[in-house]
């Protein structure tokens, strides 16, 4: 498996170990976020190397483009064939840096669509191992800031796929590598908008982590950094829209600490902020979908907090704004575009959720059937379809339980335990997962015995006792508890 394909870059790692003096090798891997790698340079030709590295730019190329369609299976061939372009031409230079900087940008593309698949544990292991190389190339050339900024990215990419993983300690860790990085060459050419750029989201990333992690006063704080950053940039060059973006981002995320800390006032006045700024923006440039996808976010927060304060007339309309900017986006757009139809999915599952906290099981129900009907033209083997697919499925599940329908019930809470299973095989370390995975057979035993069919109940009851195991402590005692109590009934 993935093990076999990381050894085909044997000869190119023990070539490493020799050129930067390891004692010993790991294996051998971006771009999810703010930041990205440095375009990549081919040094100049080496006994006809070029036409590799051309072919190889080509394969990264065609990547990109199967993996914004969704195919991921094809995505990856493509990465590999890259790697394999890669590997010989370190293999043909083994002391040039240019060559294992190329060779570390290949493996990222891969690293790319392994999280895509829902395969964090492998992304996470390709991440680290091109980390080793970022680390003693950038290391060999300490003044050159392209390069540590590189370093930096690689450092954000782990701390993205750590945080999905639920390991936030070292996320955070990751994160805060990532940020000295930037910090650093922020102060080292202070004049430089893009290092500021950098240093921003570095703060933003903590940020996040600190949210997960509980620590909101903390978060708050790492948001107002990054806020601080964003207008000092834009106090340089008011009318830059992609300044006037950045300070949405951070007010964004202020708003989610604020909210998250229970202060809605607060936190809606920061989306509101946010969503001024995104209209603007729209409004100034309709024809540009990133845009209008930014301000329909805008909506979708605003909602979110006003489901909060009880306002779920407002909020209503917010996801209804939301919505309307979703499916202009995915009706006029490439239908194979994966990003689009996600959020359109998502779109109907935010309305459907608010209609049914009203009380409006009927209209809730065809908000949450829409967006499976969206959800299921995503490709198969994207974790995302299977996130949205689980979301949608398990709250149709309910709504369908509690107007009275518990055999379709059943069958709905079925297709999001297959979901459920799905996630939770591809990334068995994750305790989000399981814990999905464990509520959803929960879920379908209730809505079996509902339906009058305890036996299918108690087989429900019994897999997830089975799966309880795969939680953290105390959410694994209270669920076996739980289990053990509903199979003593039957």
Known sequence: ??????????????????????SACSRHPATVGDGHFAEQKAPKDAGGTDREWDLAVRARVAGDALMNAGKLGDARKAFEEALALTTRLVDAEPHSFERWWELAGSYSKLGDVLVRQGRLDDARIVYRDVLSIFRRVAGADPGNAEKQRDLSVCYERIGDVLMAEGKLGEAHASFVEATAIRQHLAETDPGNADKQRDLSVGHNRIGDV???????????????????????RLNTEPGNPGKQRDLSVCYERLGDALMAGSKLSE???????????????????????????????????????????GDLAAAR???EED??????????????????????AISYERLGSVLERAGDLTAARKAYESALVVANKLPVADADKQRDLFVANAKLGGVLLSDG???????????ALQSALYLADADPSNADKARDLVVAYSRVGQAALAAGNPAAARQAYEDGLRNVSRLPGPDSVAMQQWFQVELARR
């Open 405 to 415: 329908n518990p055999q379709w019930a059943h069958r709905v809470f079925d297709a």
């Open 317 to 319: 309309k917010a996801y």
């Open 1 to 22: 498996m993935l093990a076999r394909r990381l050894t085909s870059a044997r000869g190119a790692t023990a070539a490493l170990c020799v050129l930067v003096g390891w």
């Open 267 to 309: 936190a809606h006045a920061s989306f509101t902020q946010a969503s001024a700024i995104r209209r603007r923006l729209a409004e100034a440039d309709p024809g540009n979908t990133s845009t209008q996808r930014d301000l329909a976010v805008s909506y979708n927060k605003l909602g979110d907090v006003l489901v909060k304060e």
């Open 323 to 344: 919505l309307a900017i979703a499916k202009r986006l995915a009706d006029a757009g490439d239908p194979n575009n994966v990003i689009n139809q996600r959020d359109l």
């Open 210 to 232: 600190l949210m997960r992690e509980g620590r909101l006063e903390d978060a708050r704080r790492a948001y107002e950094d990054a806020m601080r950053i964003a207008q000092r």
